[in-house]
């Protein structure tokens, strides 16, 4: 299947500092990225949808200036936890989507735990 | 996108088969079922996708009755690596471009 790769698997910053994570498809090309946050024992919640060229598209209550989105190219995203506090202390995960003949659907990295201290 | 219903937590014991059903009432005629897998402190894993019928790959089956209001995820005998959140998502053909929503999952227990 897809690979979807992420950096780093786990980080701890002070409050206050600014964290970047990157997403990578590693064999395909995606010109959207998605970006999730999942707190312990809750489901994956959508935060923002990430255009190669463009301006990502952010969900309801998700901060813009908060978390900075870049889509540069057709493999990678970054996401950017700018002034980072405790509440923002989560599980990330980012998703690539791949369509092919057999299968036309989304590919998950491994997720980047952060947490702030 | 179409609400799905799964039950919140299953049990199980190693070498069973386990059924895990979502309704998907308001499935609307050009989505498809999709389930994942997620393991504690991982990304979600693509199991299996399917439009009506039976779809059957190398891990599990998707059963899909003719009204396509609910699917079953069938997972032959299961084993303690089995343990994981099993995610049921109703979505347009184009899934690759659209994101995904999650509902609650069923949290599946396998034990020896």
């Known amino acids: 299947g897809a690979v979807v790769s992420q950096h780093p698997s786990r980080v701890i910053c002070k409050s206050g500092t600014s964290v970047k994570i990157e997403c990578r498809s590693l064999?395909?090309?995606?010109?959207?990225m998605f970006w999730y946050r999942q707190f312990p024992k809750q489901s994956l919640m959508l935060m923002a949808t990430?255009?190669?060229?463009?301006?990502?598209?952010?969900e309801q209550g998700v901060e813009k200036d908060k978390f900075l989105i870049n889509h540069a190219s057709l493999t990678l995203s970054t996401l950017t936890v700018t002034s980072a506090h405790p509440e923002d202390s989560s599980f990330y995960i980012c998703?690539?989507?791949?369509?092919?003949?057999?299968?036309?659907?989304?590919?998950f990295g491994p997720g980047t735990r952060l947490t702030v201290l | 996108l179409a609400k799905t219903t799964q039950p919140i937590s299953m049990d199980s014991y190693e070498g069973q088969e386990v059924n895990i059903t979502c309704s998907h009432n308001n499935i609307a005629t050009n989505d498809y079922i999709t389930w994942y897998q997620q393991f504690p402190s991982q990304g979600p894993r693509f199991i299996i996708q399917?439009?009506?019928t039976k779809v059957t790959n190398e891990v599990a089956s998707l059963f899909i009755p003719a009204d396509r209001k609910s699917s079953t995820l069938s997972l032959p005998r299961v084993s303690l690596s089995d343990t994981a959140v099993y995610y049921c998502?109703?979505?347009?053909?184009?899934?690759?471009?659209?994101?995904?929503?999650f509902g609650k999952g069923t949290t599946l227990s396998v034990s020896s």
């Open positions: 998703s690539a989507g791949l369509t092919s003949t057999s299968t036309d659907t989304q590919y």
């Open positions: 998502l109703v979505g347009d053909r184009d899934q690759a471009g659209t994101a995904l929503i």
């Open positions: 399917g439009y009506k």
């Open positions: 064999d395909f090309q995606a010109t959207t």
């Open positions: 990430s255009n190669e060229g463009s301006k990502a598209t952010y």
